[in-house]
Every structure is written in structure tokens, then in C-alpha cells.
């Protein structure tokens, strides 16, 4: 059957959230090669057109509890230079799920990409929950690059957790992330990474916490197969009595090749930071242990790499 990029979109929604287009209810904004074709606000939850940019502001009512808005972004062919701009402005008090990510396809050598480029807002005593997946498919010779830039702005007692994922599939991407963090603001940033072939990977963090008792916690799980390259950077500030702590581990399989800097900079005598960095091969301890069940080699080491990815 011939794929048509409804087929491809489709493909790519279930990839990054789960759905179809016909599945989506409540706050979404569905955005296809360079345009929205779908969108809906709720009632606590208002989704509209920026006037300067490409992109969109999601206004979140205070007090809004448990609702979930979906922002995912398809690109389906090549010659796509896609470039969004989405702020999020979450409202005192709210407690909320944003389901965001991106899928890029490719079916001839030539590349395709997409730059999100997202703000939070979280007033006093809000959260965030943010679940964010990248996916390439597609034919192998094809150029999908993913660039997502995130900043983060939390007032008081206000938390945010972002979980993010890209385990293959595209073959270049820079992610960064700032974060800004005021009294008793709470961070949490859990990234699962994956690549292989000759993809390229770069990770980089910069979190200031600039007011008494807020916290950060940076976890990146990362594998690199084949002679895929990543770049692992963090750098935490500590301007306040607050606590942080950054963790990169990663694992090598065969020509793959990972540099980690984890970096501290504390500028008030009780600012408690943190960095470990640990990269090493899968054991084969673990390998033989999985044999002995009926395993092959291969199917051993993947299961290995699906449990530390998750």
C-alpha cells in the first residue's frame, strides 16, 4: 500500500504519543511540515496562535488539576526545515501533564528537520509533568536531524519533571536545556538516549537555582551502538542553599563513543551539589546469565539495553 503522509502521520503520532489523529480529545495542538491541521482548547487550557513567531502559547488556568495538552510535531518527507516557537504559561496552583515530542521521516537521502523551541512559565505552586519523545523512520540514508531547545522559569514551591526520549532513528541532535529555579522550586530531568550507525548526539544542561531549598536532579541513561558519537554536558549552579545532583551513565557497544563533563559551580557555602559520570560496557556476566535462559547473544545484550533505558 502506497504510504500517504496521512499514513506516515499517523505512524509518527503513535510513535510519539500513543494516538491517531481521529484519537485526540481534550487540549491539542497537532502540527504537520511546517502548519497545525488539528487543534482544540479546553476549558482550563487555552492553545493560541503566536502573533511574532511560528508557534503557539498554551495558557493554563490556575487551579487546573489532572488535565493533559498534547503538541506533537510530524515532519513527513524531506526538503522540511521545520521551526516552532511554544510557550507554556502554567497558572498557580496547577497540576498538569503536557505530552510533546516529535517524529521525522525521510524516504529519499536528502534531509529533513525540526527545531522546537520551548518556554515553561510555572507560577507559585504549580507542576509539570512533560513527556517529550523524538522518533526517526523512515530509509536509513536519510539526513533527520531533531533540535530541541527547552528553558524552564519556576517560581516558588512550583515542581517540574521532565522525561524525555529519543532511542534511535535520528541521526543528528543537539538538545539544550536551561532551567531557573526560585524558592523551593523543584527540578527532575530523567533522559533516555539511544544511537547508533554514524548518528551524533549532544546533551547539554545548565540549571542556576537561585533561591533557598530548591532542588535538581539530572539522570541521563544513554547507550551508543555502532560509531555513533555523544556528548554529555551539565553544569549546575548553586546561588542558594539548595541541592543538586547531575548522573550520566552510559554504555558503549561496539565502536560507539561517549564524552561526559558533568560540571559544578556552587556560589553560597550551603549549596549541596553532586556529579557522577560512569560509562563502561555491558557486562558479560549479565550476557552469559541471559544465555543460560535461552537467549541468543543478541537478544541478551538488547534486553540488557531495554531494561537500562527505561
Request: glycine fraction near 8%; include cysteine.
Amino acid at each position: 500500500m502506497e504510504k500517504t503522509t496521512e499514513n506516515i502521520t499517523n505512524s509518527l503520532l503513535k510513535e510519539i504519543s500513543g494516538k491517531e489523529i481521529k484519537d485526540f480529545k481534550g487540549a491539542y495542538n497537532i502540527r504537520v511540515d511546517c502548519g497545525s491541521i488539528a487543534r482544540q482548547s479546553s476549558e482550563n487550557i487555552k492553545i493560541e496562535t503566536k502573533k511574532d513567531n511560528p508557534g503557539m502559547d498554551i495558557i493554563i488556568k490556575e487551579n487546573t488539576k489532572g488535565e493533559e495538552v498534547y503538541i506533537p510535531a510530524c515532519v513527513t518527507h524531506t526538503k522540511v526545515e521545520d521551526l516552532v516557537y511554544n510557550d507554556f504559561y502554567v497558572g498557580e496552583n496547577a497540576d498538569v501533564t503536557i505530552i510533546a515530542g516529535c517524529g521525522v521521516h525521510t524516504e529519499t537521502g536528502e534531509p529533513a528537520r525540526h527545531n522546537g523551541i520551548h518556554r515553561f512559565f510555572l507560577k507559585k505552586n504549580s507542576r509539570v509533568l512533560y513527556l517529550e519523545k523524538h522518533v526517526g523512520t523512515g530509509v536509513t540514508r536519510g539526513q533527520r536531524n531533531i533540535d530541541p531547545v527547552t528553558e524552564v522559569y519556576q517560581e516558588e514551591d512550583s515542581i517540574m519533571e521532565m522525561d524525555t526520549s529519543q532511542l534511535g532513528g535520528v541521526d543528528s541532535t543537539e538538545r539544550k536545556t536551561k532551567a531557573f529555579l526560585k524558592k523551593g522550586a523543584s527540578l527532575i530531568i530523567k533522559e533516555h538516549l539511544l544511537t547508533d550507525g554514524e548518528q551524533k548526539a549532544v546533551t547539554d544542561f545548565y540549571v542556576e537555582m537561585n533561591g533557598d531549598n530548591s532542588s535538581v536532579n539530572l539522570v541521563s541513561r544513554s547507550v551508543a551502538r555502532g560509531n555513533s558519537k555523544q556528548y554529555y554536558h551539565s553544569n549546575i549552579v548553586g546561588n542558594a542553599v539548595c541541592t543538586g545532583h547531575s548522573e550520566c551513565d552510559a554504555i558503549l557497544a561496539d565502536k560507539g563513543v561517549v564524552s561526559a563533563s558533568p560540571e559544578l559551580t556552587a556560589a553560597n557555602e550551603n549549596a549541596s551539589l553532586i556529579h557522577e559520570a560512569a560509562i563502561g560496557k555491558i557486562a558479560g556476566d549479565q550476557i552469559l546469565k541471559l544465555r543460560t535462559l535461552g537467549l541468543t547473544e543478541e537478544e541478551a545484550e538488547q534486553k540488557i539495553i531495554d531494561g537500562f533505558l527505561k
